[in-house]
């Protein structure tokens, strides 16, 4: 048998705040038992728990993986506006005119991640 991922562990400046802004992210909860200023904060939603972990060193640069978000009862765009103002900042736009691409948001604590369009909108440019 091979391994199996537990979970994605994040490290982070604040455990308690970035968790909750990935809790909201994914419409999920911290655990019960997390608390501001605990060394790690435990966010399980469907199909992934991420694992925050309290570490004394800032972001240096790019993330060498990061998320990519797809809508699942909203389009990418109001998804995008709806995460902006949950505190996320644009990073770089890649959406096209055609409706293709993607967004590039950074979380509360500097972490890329994209949203790409939802399955609807995909579905809705092949059936064109």
Same mark, same amino acid.
Request: aromatic content about 6%.
């Given at each position: ?31 019960? %038992?997390?608390? /501001?200023? =605990? ?6 939603? $469907?199909? #992934?728990?991420? +694992? ?15 998320? %990519?978000?797809? /809508?699942? =009862? ?6 995008? $506006?709806? #995460?902006?103002? +949950? ?28 949203? $790409? ?12």
């Amino acid at each position: 048998m091979a391994s199996l991922v537990h979970h994605v562990t994040i490290d982070c400046a604040d455990t308690y705040r970035l968790g909750s802004f990935w809790a909201e992210v994914l419409d999920s909860k911290l655990a019960d %038992d997390d608390k /501001p200023g =605990d060394p790690e904060a435990l966010v399980q939603a $469907e199909g #992934l728990d991420l +694992l925050f972990i309290a570490v004394p060193e800032g972001k240096a640069g790019k993330n060498r993986i990061h998320f %990519d978000l797809q /809508p699942t =009862d909203r389009t990418r765009d109001e998804e995008v $506006e709806r #995460l902006l103002a +949950l505190g996320a900042t644009l990073v770089a736009d890649r959406r096209r005119p055609d409706g293709s691409g993607w967004a590039t948001l950074a979380d509360i604590e500097g972490n890329e991640f994209c949203v $790409e369009r939802s399955a609807a909108e995909r579905a809705a440019r092949t059936a064109s």
